[in-house]
């Protein structure tokens, strides 16, 4: 096959080590000699699989083309599309975008790497590049809403804040306390620098959604924490964001980045699912509800159409049975059109109104947010997924939710997001039988105008060595109430024997509270749990403490980058494949049979399969590390596309006998004392 039919095909090509011999462009040539240089001041040395990408990335970036770069475990990736990114903005006078999937990847390739690079890159250029990070808005300190500028619903948020702070007696008033204390010293205002962190409910107190911001207007502008965030980010040569606001910046009509000339995609496999999350909308009776009561509150305005659509609607959707709607039923559009026209006439008494400008810009903001649903509304029903969800509160059914995203997020990636500059979209687990076309046509690359192939550097590590894959059989398969009790004694006793040291994932969060709580009642270990602190300081917090145990969800399934014996243990409850009644998979599925695909192996299986690669290369970060990885889910090895999904993990020593497992796991904390 010709070399330009195999990247037409997305094969999956595989290289041995570089010819050094071989002529380099200068950006090549100066790309190289810039990794050598950062990789010896790290104390390390190259790697055949990252020589590759930085070749094969600069030689992408002169031709203009996209390059999809499989990099396992272990091959430095994130210095594989750095210097090639930062050496061409130098040399050219191009800015770069690099995209991550999580906040925490954002972070730690911000504090990894950068400034080395930069230093080395200085070195041989002489120019030194200025790097900024870029997050969404809601991640920043509001200083205005701190100190009591935004109103509540019945008076400002702190009202006798000096009582409650003072002398706080709540977990919450300890938190906005400490908060305070930090705000008066943080250079960022940036929430992942707040250690220890706080909840998410004391954080939404001091923070604000961009519609909620009074732009020019606010009387602390000059100090606003966001709005200098997105100033450095203007001027920047490379800017370090994630694929919610890569989202935001391709499907709306917001221009949140400058002229950006070069585009890094790091674990390009999630990029199209944040995308498509980050582009639902989604309402309910309770949502309108305080839509309405936020602008009679704060602008007193007349919302009684308003709220007989919120009726209207609440009334319709408890008709409705959970799940796909295929058919959208005239009442309902009914129902929003007349919605619409009751959003619309609040709005313009808010502009026509008096008030705090506070208060009318969060009555705006409720508003305008609605309009985002009216519009996702309006857009034809057969390119939208359009469903009812009855949330889980508390122990009870909630009320019923409208939710509405995009069905396919191709378009305005390939159009927007990628466009005609070149792109490089990498990640541990991009290809699936020895292919590429799976995850180039989710991420748009077989929409823009631009050429692209796939290649594949492999990994250093050697697995086999260094980790075992226990996949215990005597376990009953899961099932949709969470982990079983017999799969939390298996994760206890694995952990006892480990004396710490586990990553605990789970594919729900009804599973991390499980998980959680078998534990804390079992164990003496420190147990950090997903959602009680932000996801960089309970990364770090694992990392500082050799023994903790670490629990989460699909967030912490990648980008958790813990070298040494802090993770020895990955135990992973279920093979994450989409639930069987998950609208957004059954809408998926259904278009890819339209399309003369198996919808079980487009969807289902390619994300079960990525995400069981992601899961369990959280493992071995280094060629020292050693350990385990444990899956408590027999199907990996009883049912017939458990091959499938097992030849897309790490190649550990496997076995099936948990004696072995536990006395290996003693092992090997002995010999950690």
Not at 86 to 96: F, G, I, N, Q, V
Not at 530 to 542: I, K, N, P, W, Y
Request: proline residues 5%; charged residues 25%; hydrophobic residues 40%.
């Amino acid at each position: 096959m010709a070399e330009e039919d195999r990247s037409a095909a997305g094969v999956v090509e595989e290289r041995g080590e570089p010819d050094s011999s071989q002529s380099h462009s200068d950006l090549t040539r100066i790309a190289l000699a810039t990794l050598t240089r950062v990789v010896e001041s790290m104390g390390g040395s190259t790697r055949a699989g990252q020589i590759e990408m930085v070749t094969e990335s600069c030689s992408a970036i002169e031709k203009a083309e996209h390059l999809l770069v499989q990099a396992g475990t272990g091959t430095g990736k994130s210095l594989g599309y750095l210097v090639p990114a930062l050496t061409y903005s130098a040399l050219e006078h191009k800015r770069a975008l690099i995209s991550t999937a999580t906040l925490a990847l954002q972070r730690q390739i911000l504090v990894k790497a950068p400034p080395a690079v930069v230093e080395a890159i200085a070195q041989t250029t002489g120019r030194i590049m200025d790097v900024a990070l870029l997050k969404g808005w809601a991640n920043y300190l509001c200083l205005h809403k701190l100190t009591g500028g935004y109103p509540g619903e019945e008076g400002t948020l702190f009202d006798g804040a000096d009582a409650v702070f003072d002398q706080p007696s709540s977990p919450l008033g300890r938190e906005i306390m400490r908060i305070r204390q930090w705000a008066k010293t943080t250079d960022t205002g940036d929430r992942d620098d707040l250690v220890p962190g706080v909840s998410d409910r004391a954080w939404r107190q001091v923070s604000l959604q961009r519609r909620e911001c009074l732009g020019k207007s606010c009387p602390m502008l000059d100090e606003c924490f966001p709005q200098a965030a997105r100033d450095h980010a203007q001027e920047a040569d490379l800017i370090i964001t994630n694929h919610s606001l890569l989202g935001i910046h391709a499907t709306s009509e917001g221009d949140i980045f400058p002229e950006i000339d070069l585009l890094i995609v790091d674990e390009a496999h999630e990029l199209a699912e944040r995308v498509r999350d980050q582009a639902s909308q989604e309402i309910s009776l309770g949502s309108l509800m305080r839509v309405a009561r936020t602008a009679r509150t704060q602008v007193k305005a007349d919302v009684q159409a308003l709220e007989e659509a919120a009726t209207a609607i609440g009334a319709i959707l408890e008709t409705l049975d959970d799940g796909l709607i295929l058919s959208r039923p005239d009442n309902l559009d009914a129902a929003m059109h007349a919605l619409d026209g009751a959003v619309r006439d609040c709005l313009s008494q808010v502009s026509k109104g008096g008030g705090e400008a506070a208060a009318k810009q969060l009555a705006r903001a409720a508003l305008e947010e609605l309009l985002g649903v009216l519009d996702a509304w309006s857009r034809p029903a057969e390119h939208s997924i359009t469903w009812v969800n009855r949330p889980w509160r508390d122990g009870e059914i909630g009320a019923p939710q409208l939710i509405i995203a995009p069905l396919d997020v191709a378009f305005p990636l390939g159009t927007v997001a990628l466009g005609d500059r070149p792109a490089i979209l990498t990640s541990a687990t991009l290809s699936l039988g020895n292919s590429f076309e799976t995850i180039a046509y989710q991420t748009g690359l077989k929409v823009s105008s631009r050429p692209w192939r796939g290649i594949d550097v492999g990994t250093p590590f050697e697995p086999d060595k260094q980790g075992i894959m226990y996949l215990p059989t005597h376990l009953p398969e899961p099932g949709p109430q969470g982990p079983s009790e017999a799969a939390l004694r298996e994760l206890v006793d694995l952990a006892n024997a480990s004396g710490g040291g586990v990553l605990a994932l789970f594919s729900s969060w009804r599973g991390v509270e499980a998980g959680a709580a078998a534990l804390r009642e079992n164990t003496d270990f420190e147990i950090l749990v997903h959602g009680e602190e932000s996801v960089a300081a309970l990364v770090q917090r694992f990392r500082d403490n050799r023994d903790s145990c670490l629990v989460g969800t699909m967030t912490f399934w990648q980008g958790v980058d813990v070298v040494g014996p802090a993770c020895r243990l990955v135990v992973i409850d279920r093979i994450p494949f989409p639930r069987p009644d998950d609208p957004v998979a059954q809408a998926r599925s259904r278009d890819a049979e339209r399309r003369g695909q198996s919808g079980f192996y487009a969807v289902s299986l390619t994300h079960a399969a990525l995400m069981m690669a992601q899961a369990s290369g959280r493992l071995l970060r280094s060629h020292e590390d050693r350990g385990m990885v444990a899956v408590l889910d027999r199907r990996l090895t009883e049912k017939k596309y458990g091959g499938d999904i097992r030849a897309s993990m790490p190649p550990m020593w496997p076995t099936q006998n948990k004696d072995t497992a536990l006395g290996a796991l003693a092992r090997l904390r002995e010999g950690l004392d």
